[in-house]
């Protein structure tokens, strides 16, 4: 089942880059009592990934953060590793928190699965934004074809805060 607004987000364990290396995370502890502004790529370096939906969220992330967003964060089926160096090369280390989802542990329990075993790719994550407060989804949009960042752009993401 998809996850929707009204649902907390599933308690899995994610990775993100810390100062000394690769540290899991619960997702429980990461959107725990704070206002998040969640958004999925199918891979860091894919092409609408790359050149238009982080794009938007690092041009915009001023106007988010003074809604009352505490954190912006990304989180991709890739690993740490691809996802760190994603957001360095990107300029987004250190604005956009990377929760690498190598397993697709977090796609999967949020329903949000996308099986591209037919391009190579794998499974992946669809591509969608959410506003996240204390681990409940406020607002989510989907997007129906992975390969565009519309509803899930971070003007829509600004618009819905």
Known sequence: MTIKAGDKIPD????????????????????????????????????????KHLPGFLEHYDAIKSKGVEAIAVTAVNDVFTLDAWLKERGAAGKIHGLADGSAVLAKAMGVDLDLNDFGLGVRGKRYSAIVRDGVVEWINIEENSSLATVSSAESTLEKL
């Not at 540290?23 to 990934?49: H, I, M, N, Q, W």
């Open 12 to 51: 899995v364990t994610v990775t993100i880059m810390g100062k000394n290396g690769p540290e899991p995370v619960k997702t429980s502890d990461y959107f725990k009592g704070r206002k998040v502004a969640l958004f999925s790529v199918p891979g860091a370096f894919t092409p609408t990934c790359h050149a």
